[in-house]
């Protein structure tokens, strides 16, 4: 390490001497150009222009719901991107001083190494705000840095992980559509698929998706403590897939019996498939635990369909943090589901 501090001190140190070598000698390799002040406003412009695109990404990704999402942020990238090019352009075709000039290729050496340092430094003569240019480039390269990085957060939670650990489901909770109609027991038919969401939830949370199955009553195979949760054959369980967290979206019908004996939740993008009859276990693909199920009830005045507690764990894969403790959740459920 002191090695390298002494080299890179003796190479600013080299370039300083060499620099002021040139300035004494008066000499210039490239013509000297004439300041263009208008075009260096103009690349510090462009280039805060893509900063403020850069940023612009980051809020999008942060605020913008998700099925506006895409086209907010190719925009805000591409104009990033854009005005960053533009910037470049300007640049070379107004404030770099150059020559045509031909001749053969030599032998590098010491002399040539210094000449193109010179030639380097003396193409930038007509820049005349130095500092304020580096800064707005700094700007610019750290703002899109800063939107590259931003979708890594999809990964799971930064800051607010709190999330991770509550549900929006909770005793008494009806279950509706994604227009906040309620589900009654008798809209729930054999051999259908259905979705639901919390009443007064949303549909943003990741634990606010349910898929809701009715099966007959005799082939369930539920543990014992969840004999109650499936009130006239209707189950429900997280529509988050507990391998990568996409969306179970198939519900296989048994087509023929011996590979497929009873229908099945299938999740499309790796083909995990779970067993609503035996509490949601996994049968095939890279699932590696249950998808959580959410005990139910049905309100005996309205034929309505209710939560009778919390899921029977974590929903979606395991993120750090999810699995190393119990799920907190608040204790509105019957004793042994909160």
């Known amino acids: ?58 809020v999008v990704y942060a605020v913008v719901p998700l099925d506006v999402m895409t086209q907010w942020l190719g925009l805000a990238l591409g104009g990033c991107l854009a005005f960053g090019s533009a910037a470049a352009i300007v ?22 190494v210094d000449e193109v340092r010179r030639i380097v430094r003396e193409s930038g003569s007509r820049i005349t705000r130095k500092r304020l240019l580096l800064g707005t480039t700094g700007l610019a390269g750290s703002a899109l840095g800063a939107a590259l990085i931003t979708p890594a957060v999809s ?26 109609v309620p589900y009654k027991a008798a809209d729930i038919e054999t051999g259908t698929f259905y979705t639901a969401y919390p009443e007064h939830e949303g549909t943003d949370r990741i634990d606010a998706p349910i898929v809701v199955v009715r099966l007959d009553p005799a082939e369930l195979k539920l543990p014992p403590e969840r004999a109650d949760w499936a009130p006239q054959g209707i189950l429900a369980y997280s529509k988050i897939c507990t391998h990568a967290g996409c969306a179970i979206a198939l519900y296989r019908k048994p087509l023929f019996a011996p590979v497929e004996p009873r229908p099945a939740l299938v999740c499309p993008c790796h083909y995990s498939t779970f067993d609503p009859a035996t509490a949601g276990s996994v049968i095939f693909g890279p699932a590696g635990r249950p ?48």
């Open 1 to 58: 390490m002191k090695r390298w501090i002494y080299a890179g001190l003796a190479m600013v140190a080299g370039r300083r001497q060499v620099a002021r070598s040139w300035r004494e000698s008066g000499e210039r390799i490239v013509p000297e150009g004439q300041p263009s002040p208008g075009a260096e406003l103009a690349v510090m412009a462009l280039l805060v222009c893509s900063a403020i695109c850069a940023a612009g990404f980051v």
């Open 155 to 180: 990964l799971g939670p930064v800051f607010d992980t709190e999330s991770l650990y509550t549900s929006a489901w909770k005793r008494g909770k009806r279950l509706v559509d994604e227009h906040e």
């Open 91 to 112: 640049f070379s075709k107004t404030l770099v001083v150059d020559e045509d000039a031909e001749e053969d290729y030599p032998e590098p050496s010491a002399e040539d």
């Open 291 to 338: 998808l959580p199920q959410l005990p139910l009830m049905i309100d005996a005045a309205t034929g309505e369909l209710k939560a009778g507690g919390v899921f029977s764990g974590p929903v979606g894969p395991g993120w750090s943090g999810v699995r190393d403790g119990k799920v907190r959740f608040e204790p509105s459920g019957p004793k042994g589901v909160e």
